[in-house]
């Protein structure tokens, strides 16, 4: 079994900054891509970040200049940081990752629990 776990989250002023981690553990063959995701109140999950192996990062046009993802892969983990942190900001954030949890299967996505940021005016 393959599990994601989140921390990190919480409550900020606007302006503030949070640090979001995303640990993968279990049967890991490989990791492909990681990134984070968020979903608000009534709105749809969206795109925030992805950074797949080796490769260049993707960044939802709403948080390019203020959220930076970063990866380290000995520890199976994902970070995003948020700086200058918005009310719009405010969801719950969930860390997905493709992973291949066995030699001859082939890679699926995980998603972890979500962890929810609460960004106050």
């Known amino acids: 079994q393959v599990q994601l776990v989140e921390s990190g989250g919480g409550l900020v002023q606007a302006g503030g900054s949070l640090r979001l981690s995303c640990a993968a553990s279990g049967r890991i063959v490989s990791i492909n891509d990681m990134g984070w995701y968020r979903q608000a109140p009534g709105k749809q999950r969206e795109l925030v970040a992805a950074?797949?192996?080796?490769?260049?990062?993707n960044l939802a046009d709403s948080v390019k200049g203020r959220f930076t993802i970063s990866r380290d892969n000995r520890k199976n983990t994902v970070y995003l940081q948020m700086n200058s942190l918005k009310p719009e900001d405010t969801a719950v954030y969930y860390c997905?990752?493709?992973?291949?949890?066995?030699?001859?299967?082939?890679?699926?996505?995980?998603w972890g629990p979500g962890t929810q940021v609460t960004v106050s005016s």
């Open positions: 950074m797949p192996t080796g490769g260049s990062t």
């Open positions: 997905a990752a493709t992973i291949r949890d066995s030699i001859l299967g082939s890679a699926r996505q995980y």
